[in-house]
């Protein structure tokens, strides 16, 4: 069972900064955050694989940035230039690479992020 608990969540006006941290219980294959508005399906912003590598939502390249700090234990989603549509609760996730995917099977209970214009 990997347990996962997200922080940093917040307001800021659109255009600034934001940084959202994920302590892990341990880290898996794939490492990913994820953003929900009401009504609307979970979207995958971006993904921390085995290798280091790392994949992003075209609608946040260039502004999201995921990373991890091994020696805390934390994952880290670092945003920038904000929008107002950047505004949901954002999750983060931890899952397995399973047939040239990452199948994601834990779930943190969200941070919210609010954007204001």
């Known amino acids: 069972q990997v347990r996962l608990r997200e922080s940093g969540g917040g307001s800021v006006q659109a255009g600034g900064s934001l940084r959202l941290a994920c302590t892990a219980s341990e880290y898996t294959a794939c490492m990913g955050w994820f953003r929900q508005t009401p009504g609307k399906e979970r979207e995958g912003v971006a993904t921390?694989?085995?290798?280091?590598?790392?994949g992003y939502a075209d609608s946040v390249k260039g502004r999201f940035t995921i990373s991890k700090d091994n020696a805390k234990n934390t994952l880290y989603l670092q945003i920038n230039r904000t929008k107002p549509e950047d505004t949901a609760m954002y999750y983060c996730?931890?899952?397995?690479?399973?047939?040239?995917?990452?199948?994601?099977?834990?779930w943190g209970q969200g941070t919210q992020v609010t954007i204001s214009s």
């Open positions: 921390l694989y085995f290798d280091g590598s790392t």
């Open positions: 996730a931890a899952g397995l690479w399973y047939n040239g995917n990452c199948r994601y099977n834990y």
